[in-house]
């Protein structure tokens, strides 16, 4: 809904990743919950919140090459009005984001394009919710993002150390307990590991399948949760340093993918965690969540 965010990210503030959720390809089958009792608390003063979704069609491009190039925001002609130069190659506006009215779109042929026509698209998200607040204990959400916050990045191929780290960290400005964790990776990425005081914590570990759609393409079809809500929760202290670290492979032959130059563009690191703080944080959002217009969703 157009309007203020209800929700600003305490982790990664001032990045413009105050998503309260990610609903992504890679964590459709790993959705975001929180254990009996617990939940995010929306105010009732006419803010909203928001969700990262992203859907890009595969069919009908030429190759696994042509797929990979297409989902991992490689730049071309007609991909979106936040594309439209060489400069915005592996950035998300060459993959579709901020076209919500307009038109981005990867080379498909046009004989095979003819063939495919228009698809219409309904996703439909599940989300159990209660007006009973006095049964609610809130929770609140903040996305680490390595490096340095960003939304994505770009790795180059690399034979000689094909094992590639990235990682961030920052201190924590509260207590708080850690109920649910879940990472987001994209093809090539190996695992993400949240951290505390340099001490291992958890780590949420990709599943790749074959795609189903005639592309010939693996995709990560889910991640695991780094703390499930049956897990213990992970306790931080105000002053802990909490980092997040993700490892991707940047080698010639990913034997995870069907093809891999070892190039990846537009990859992601990033951990959503659900916790409980010590006391109630500012969660005003700036009314600008970093990936678009927000639209009225049904």
């Known amino acids: 809904s157009k309007g203020k965010l ?35 608390v929306v105010p009732d003063d006419g803010r909203a919140f928001s969700a990262a979704l992203n859907l890009i069609r595969t069919e009908g491009l030429s190759s696994a090459r042509a797929v990979k190039e297409c989902v991992e925001c490689y730049y071309a002609p007609g991909k979106g009005p ?35 026509g228009n698809l219409t698209v309904r996703l439909r998200y599940k989300v159990s919710y209660t007006r009973h607040l006095l049964r609610v204990t809130p929770l609140q959400t903040g996305l680490l993002s ?16 094909p094992y590639q780290r990235r990682n961030f960290s920052i201190n924590m400005d509260f207590d708080a307990s850690v109920k649910f964790a879940r990472a987001h990776l994209r093809p090539g990425g190996i695992n993400v590991s949240l951290l505390v005081n340099q001490r291992h914590a958890c780590t949420s ?6 795609a189903t759609n005639h592309s010939n393409t693996t995709f990560i079809s889910a991640m695991s949760p780094c703390i499930a809500v049956h897990d213990a929760p992970i306790s931080l202290r105000k002053g802990d340093q909490v980092e997040i670290e993700a490892w991707y492979y940047a080698g010639r032959h990913d034997l ?6 070892g190039t990846h563009l ?8 659900a ?5 109630p944080i500012d969660d005003m959002g700036s009314g600008d969540d970093g990936f678009g217009s927000l639209e009225e969703v049904e």
């Open 205 to 210: 570990r990709p599943s790749y399948a074959n």
């Open 275 to 279: 916790f409980e703080p010590d006391a």
């Open 82 to 116: 936040n594309c439209t130069s060489p400069a915005a190659n592996g950035t998300l506006g060459c993959c579709g984001d901020g076209a919500i009215n307009a038109s981005a779109k990867c080379d498909v042929e046009a004989d095979r394009a003819k063939a495919l």
């Open 256 to 261: 995870h993918l069907t093809y891999s130059d």
């Open 146 to 161: 390595a490096p340095s916050c960003n939304p994505s990045f770009n790795l180059l191929r690399n034979d000689t150390h």
């Open 266 to 273: 537009g990859a992601a690191a990033s951990l959503l965690l």
């Open 6 to 40: 209800a929700h600003a990210n305490p982790l990664c503030a001032g990045a413009k990743l105050d998503q309260l959720l990610d609903v992504t390809d890679e964590s459709r089958a790993a959705p975001f919950t929180t254990p009996h009792g617990y939940g995010y």
